[in-house]
């Protein structure tokens, strides 16, 4: 029999905020048994702990989608760690996870709290937003700053928007953009809270919208540090996400983002974990 959990990340209520499958004993498995295990729970993510394989790694994962395997592990990191504590599979404080062959830095509570931390944000080269925001049913009337593809680990398109568009805006599933631009971060900023409200749509990865997605809110560190969106001065700076309202899961993401001569180079996501369902179900039928 397989073990698995279902917690909701981002929120201390059940079903609210984002939902994550763990497995948390998974060294039997063979890939396409936890791709049929993740067809089977049917959350967007599962995540399924292995042995470390790299040094100074205290657990791997496989995160899998229902229609295959995801490359990075940075939007699953605070659930899993905290699965791993409340288990007893890992002890509280702070340790690192291996996913695709990259580390990351995680900080689980025994209070169901859990923070991920990542290193320099990845630098990528202009591009057009006209087609992803007509993707979207926006035009470039609805941007309110300069949109950028950023982020730590996976590069997402951050287009900050004015809040109506942001509440209005709709995804064409269909339109051909999202196979080159798999992703729309859409950012309401307000400066004086250091709150944005972000909505992100991610059909290339095989989710329409999101309700709360630790890798965007990381990479809007890096965007808010370009933007100069922060206090010009070098050190730690707070903001904080809020998103997945309308997809009635609303979540709350906590961050951090390092600033050093006007450039992110580090940034951490903090959120609660809430346990929402464990079971037991039965090893895929191998041929």
């Not at 909701?8 to 497995?23: H, R």
């Not at 592990?73 to 409340?86: F, I, K, Q, Y």
């Not at 196979?179 to 989710?207: I, K, Q």
């Not at 997945?244 to 609303?250: I, S």
Request: hydrophobic share 40%; charged share 20%.
């Amino acid at each position: 029999m397989i073990g698995y959990e279902i917690v909701d990340m981002f929120t201390d209520n059940p079903f609210d905020g984002c939902a994550l499958g763990v497995v948390p004993d998974a060294q039997e498995l063979s890939e396409g048994d936890m791709l049929a295990v993740a067809r089977e729970i049917g959350l967007t993510e599962t995540a399924f702990v292995l042995p470390p394989g790299l040094p100074g790694s205290a657990y791997r994962v496989r995160v899998m989608t229902p229609a295959g395997e995801s490359p990075f592990g940075g939007h699953s990191a605070v659930g899993t760690a905290s699965v791993l504590v409340r288990t007893g599979r890992l002890a509280p404080g702070e340790a690192v996870q291996e996913c695709g062959g990259r580390q990351l830095t995680v900080t689980a509570g025994a209070d169901g709290s859990a923070l991920a931390v990542e290193g320099a944000p990845l630098l990528r080269p202009e591009w057009d937003p006209r087609p992803l925001l007509a993707a979207c049913g926006l035009s470039g009337s609805d941007l309110s700053a300069t949109p950028h593809l950023t982020g730590f680990g996976p590069a997402f398109h951050f287009l900050p928007v004015r809040e109506e568009a942001l509440a209005g805006a709709t995804a064409d599933l269909t339109d051909p953009v999202w196979e080159d631009c798999p992703d729309a971060v859409l950012v309401a900023y307000d400066h004086e809270s250091r709150t944005a409200r972000v909505r992100v749509f991610a059909p290339g990865y095989g989710m329409p919208e999101d309700p709360a997605c630790a890798s965007a809110a990381l990479g809007l560190g890096a965007w808010l540090a370009r933007e100069k969106a922060l206090p010009g001065t070098d050190g730690h700076h707070a903001y904080r996400v809020l998103q997945g309202e309308g997809l009635g899961r609303p979540a709350t993401l906590s961050c951090t983002v390092n600033v050093r001569e006007g450039r992110a180079t580090a940034a951490t996501v903090h959120g609660r974990v809430t346990a929402t369902a464990s079971g037991l179900m039965n090893a895929p039928r191998r041929p």
